[in-house]
C-alpha cells in the first residue's frame, strides 16, 4: 500500500517541532551530538522519520538557523521601529540585539558557530541572515548621511555588529571576567562611533 502523501499543513508542523527538538539537543550535546537517530528519538517517532520532512543533518540544521534568524531579524524591525534618529535607533537596535541573545542563547549559538553552507545553498537561510544584517546597515547609512557618523557605510555597520557579537559571545562563554559586564559594554556600542553629538 503505497505511503499517503503529506499535506502542507503536516510538513510544517513536524518541521515546527523538529526545530524546537534539535535547538534543545543543540543546547545539551552540542553539533557533533545531533544526529537525526538523535532528534527522532527526542521527538518519538521512528529513525526514519525525519527523513520525510528534511533530506539530511544539514538542512534540518539550516531550517533551525532559517527560524532562529527570522526570530531574530523580527526583533531587529521592531526595535527599529519609526524612530527618525538614526543613532537613537542604533542604540536600540544594539539593545535588541542583545536582548535576542540573553533571551534565546542556544538560538545564537547555532546561529553564528555553525559554519555557513556554500553559497546558494539554502537561499531562505541567506535571506533572513541578510534582513538581520539589513537594519543595522540602514540606519548606519541614514546617519552617516546626517553627519552623525563617519566612514563607509557596510564597514561600520560590520563594525557595529561585530562589536556587538564579541561582547555577546564572550558574555555566553564567561569570559566577562575583567570587571565590566555585558551591560556596562554594550551602553558604549553605538556612542563610541558617533561624531558631532552636543
Keep these: 500500500m503505497p505511503r499517503r502523501s503529506l499535506t502542507q499543513s503536516e510538513i510544517d508542523a513536524f518541521r515546527e517541532?523538529?526545530?524546537k527538538a534539535a535547538t534543545g539537543l543543540f543546547a545539551e550535546y552540542g553539533v557533533v551530538g545531533v544526529s537525526m537517530r538523535r532528534l527522532a528519538t527526542a521527538?518519538?517517532?521512528?529513525?526514519m522519520t525525519p527523513y520525510r520532512y528534511f533530506e539530511n543533518r544539514d538542512a534540518l540544521f539550516a531550517m533551525v538557523r532559517t527560524a532562529a534568524f527570522r526570530r531574530?531579524?523580527?526583533r531587529q524591525r521592531d526595535a527599529a521601529g519609526e524612530i527618525a534618529d538614526p543613532i537613537e535607533r542604533?542604540?536600540?537596535l544594539k539593545e535588541a540585539y542583545v536582548a535576542f541573545a540573553m533571551d534565546e542563547p542556544d538560538a545564537y549559538r547555532i546561529m553564528f558557530e555553525l559554519r555557513q553552507q556554500p553559497a546558494g545553498t539554502y537561499p531562505e537561510l541567506v535571506a533572513e541572515s541578510r534582513r538581520g544584517f539589513s537594519y543595522f546597515h540602514a540606519a548606519v547609512v541614514e546617519a552617516i548621511d546626517q553627519g552623525a557618523l563617519?566612514?563607509?557605510p557596510l564597514t561600520v555597520a560590520h563594525l557595529l555588529w561585530a562589536g556587538a557579537h564579541g561582547i555577546v559571545s564572550l558574555h555566553l562563554a564567561g569570559k566577562l571576567a575583567m570587571g565590566l559586564t555585558i551591560s556596562d559594554l554594550s551602553e558604549h556600542l553605538v556612542p563610541i562611533y558617533a561624531i558631532n553629538r552636543s
Design 43 to 47: 521527538m518519538g517517532c521512528s529513525a
Design 17 to 19: 517541532r523538529a526545530v
Design 72 to 74: 531574530f531579524a523580527d
Design 150 to 152: 563617519q566612514g563607509d
Design 90 to 92: 542604533l542604540s536600540r
